[in-house]
């Protein structure tokens, strides 16, 4: 893959690391690899106290956080500067108590990152719970958009969207990710406007962003892709490319999901850079 910025070009990606400290060291080289600009992370299974703040600065980034005790968890990275936070919650249950939404300002962007629930065993509680997320998100994400400000909805949707976006999709028909309820639900987003920007830049090709654990499922290229960028309008006038860094699964004790990339130009652009994504791991 083409790692290489355009002149001024800001970077925003999304990484559901499964465990932030079990995988420190992948994250960490990640980072100090591609050197993106903001950073969404996901899966943290970490309380906030044992947030890895201080590696995290010595690699040169700011950072805030939501964690959670052995599950969720949500944080935001800022590569040479501090988020500024402006929310960490979602709107619509005040009940709520999972580590699910965090949101910052970065460098004139108003960044969302968000980790959607599974929803499994479908039908039941966990899938209502999902249902009813995606509510509370579609509610939110319309008043963002009347703002019309640069925004980015990042991160791990737990979402299939379409049979291009899955290895066999007769295979995951009763799944909670692939549900028709729940692909109607993120299509209500697009709906509103919003933008998904890997397949703005790339409509017909295969993307995979999550490879399970099981069957051997990222040697034989049987992935899924459930991490979306999405973006408001004035920010999807300046995409100029997208990308998966596949390679990041292929590593010592990855995560079961590959960091996806954005890149933003400080104005709009007429012609989006297509970078490639290594979508085979053979490739």
Same mark, same amino acid.
């Given at each position: 893959?083409?790692?290489?910025?355009?002149?001024?070009?800001?970077?925003?990606?999304? $990484?559901?690391?499964?465990?932030?400290?079990?995988?420190?060291?992948?994250?960490?080289?990640?980072?100090?690899?591609?050197?993106?600009?903001?950073?969404?992370?996901?899966? /943290?299974?970490?309380?906030?106290?044992?947030?890895?703040?201080?590696?995290?600065?010595?690699?040169?980034?700011?950072?805030?956080?939501?964690?959670?005790?052995?599950?969720?968890?949500?944080?935001?990275?800022?590569?040479?500067?501090?988020?500024?936070?402006?929310?960490?919650?979602?709107?619509?249950?005040?009940?709520?108590?999972?580590?699910?939404?965090?949101?910052?300002?970065?460098?004139?962007? *108003?960044?969302?990152?968000?980790?959607?629930?599974?929803?499994?065993?479908?039908?039941?509680?966990?899938?209502?719970?999902?249902?009813?997320? /995606?509510?509370?998100?579609?509610?939110?994400?319309?008043?963002?958009?009347?703002?019309?400000?640069?925004?980015?909805?990042?991160?791990?949707?737990?979402?299939?969207?379409?049979?291009?976006?899955?290895?066999?999709?007769?295979?995951?028909?009763?799944?909670?990710?692939?549900?028709?309820?729940?692909?109607?639900? $993120?299509?209500? *987003?697009?709906?509103?406007?919003?933008?998904?920007?890997?397949?703005? /830049?790339?409509?017909?090709?295969?993307?995979?962003? $999550?490879?399970?654990? /099981?069957?051997?499922?990222?040697?034989?290229?049987?992935?899924?892709?459930?991490?979306?960028?999405?973006?408001?309008?004035?920010?999807?006038?300046?995409?100029?490319?997208?990308?998966?860094?596949?390679?990041?699964?292929?590593?010592?004790?990855?995560?079961?999901?590959?960091?996806?990339?954005?890149?933003?130009?400080?104005?709009?652009?007429?012609?989006?850079?297509?970078?490639?994504?290594?979508?085979?791991?053979?490739?």
């Amino acid at each position: 893959m083409d790692s290489a910025a355009p002149d001024r070009a800001m970077r925003i990606a999304t $990484f559901n690391v499964n465990g932030i400290n079990g995988r420190l060291p992948v994250l960490l080289r990640w980072l100090e690899e591609t050197k993106p600009d903001v950073v969404c992370l996901q899966e /943290l299974k970490a309380p906030d106290a044992r947030f890895p703040t201080v590696e995290l600065e010595k690699a040169g980034y700011g950072a805030i956080w939501h964690g959670q005790r052995s599950w969720n968890g949500v944080a935001i990275l800022a590569r040479g500067r501090e988020p500024i936070e402006t929310r960490r919650d979602l709107p619509g249950d005040p009940d709520d108590q999972h580590s699910r939404y965090i949101e910052a300002a970065v460098n004139g962007v *108003l960044v969302g990152c968000l980790y959607l629930p599974n929803g499994n065993p479908a039908p039941g509680p966990k899938l209502d719970y999902k249902l009813l997320w /995606l509510e509370r998100l579609a509610t939110y994400a319309a008043e963002l958009l009347g703002h019309g400000i640069p925004v980015a909805l990042v991160g791990d949707y737990n979402v299939i969207p379409t049979n291009l976006d899955v290895y066999k999709p007769e295979r995951w028909q009763k799944d909670a990710l692939f549900l028709p309820e729940v692909r109607r639900a $993120f299509q209500v *987003l697009l709906r509103q406007g919003w933008i998904d920007a890997v397949r703005s /830049l790339y409509p017909d090709e295969t993307i995979y962003t $999550f490879w399970d654990y /099981l069957r051997n499922a990222w040697g034989r290229n049987a992935g899924l892709r459930l991490d979306h960028l999405l973006l408001s309008p004035p920010l999807a006038t300046r995409l100029v490319a997208a990308g998966v860094d596949c390679e990041v699964r292929g590593w010592d004790r990855a995560s079961d999901h590959a960091p996806v990339w954005i890149e933003v130009s400080d104005a709009p652009s007429r012609r989006p850079r297509r970078s490639r994504s290594k979508d085979n791991p053979d490739g």
